[in-house]
């Protein structure tokens, strides 16, 4: 038995009036696959469940004004099913289909993976190079977050208790950007909480220089980064073996400046250059 007080909101509107008054005694139940860990280990110290998982306002996947617009509510399953997200954000759809398990998928959703601000949440770094925004609604109004500033700490997020995030929005891939992937090292092939993740977008000129490039890395710092360091690095060359071999020692040691040397360190550092390799070995042309 949970001593916890199990509510369904019938509306958003209903969800923003109860935060207001109850918030800081209420955890938000989307998918719940972090929310029912942490009950069985009783972790979970609160006296209101907010089911919000049922609502239409926030289950959306839509263009909204040339920008992808993601309900907070979407699973991952749902994520996947979508061809919006595959043409615009297909590094999004690919970290999708590297999350947990089938029925993991089916539940959990977006927000809830970004909400939870877990240093290796999949998504993350997907949503980072696409310059992702979440709205935030309380009863009074609205206003938007960036992914980075989501997290305050690992595991610790920076939403007030009477906030819900309605929706993302994302900058779609350019047109000419053809090149998009995201990969994670984890202790098995399946099934497995990254490691190390990276998301990683491009696009090469006719002369083979990268053009643009975005790039983002999960479970290496504290809260979630965008590389720009390193896409500046890339920005203008043509990628061959040793360029990108130093683009990843450049990220090594930009993560290093963020973390301090840690004893994970010994084998991080050569697994991030060695991810970044394989991420962006495609755009080597023989």
């Known amino acids: ?39 069985r280990s009783g972790a979970l110290k609160t006296r209101f469940l907010l089911d919000i998982s049922r609502l239409d306002d926030l289950k959306k996947i839509e263009i909204q004004h040339g920008q992808l617009c993601i309900g907070a509510a979407v699973t991952i399953s749902e994520l996947l099913e979508s061809d ?60 938007h977050v960036t992914i980075e500033e989501m997290a305050s700490g690992p595991y610790h997020c920076s939403l007030q208790p009477n906030e819900i995030i309605s929706h993302f929005v994302l900058q779609p891939r350019p047109r000419e950007v053809t090149f998009a992937d995201f990969q994670k090292i984890g202790r098995r092939q399946e099934l497995a909480i990254a490691r190390m993740s990276m998301a990683a977008m491009a696009y090469q000129d006719e002369r083979g220089l990268i053009a643009y490039m975005r790039l983002a890395l999960g479970s290496c710092t504290p809260t979630p980064h965008r590389f720009r360091e390193v896409e500046e690095y890339m920005t203008g060359k043509v990628p061959a073996e040793n360029i990108i071999w130093e683009a990843g020692r450049l990220l090594a040691d930009k993560m290093l400046s963020i973390t301090g040397r840690r004893p994970s360190a010994v084998y991080k550092e050569p697994a991030i250059q060695g991810l970044f390799m394989r991420i962006m070995h495609p755009l080597i042309r023989t």
């Open 1 to 39: 038995m949970f001593d916890v007080d199990y509510i369904r909101a019938k509306n958003l509107e209903d969800a923003l009036d109860f935060l207001n008054t109850n918030g800081a005694e209420t955890k938000i139940l989307a998918g719940g696959t972090d929310i029912m860990v942490d009950m």
């Open 84 to 143: 919006t997200v595959a043409d615009m954000a297909p590094a999004l759809r690919k970290a999708g289909e590297k999350f947990a398990s089938q029925q993991i998928r089916n539940v959990a959703t977006i927000g809830g993976n970004v909400a939870h601000c877990s240093p290796c949440g999949d998504t993350i770094p997907p949503l980072l190079i696409h310059d992702a925004n979440a709205v935030v609604l309380t009863s009074e109004g609205q206003r």
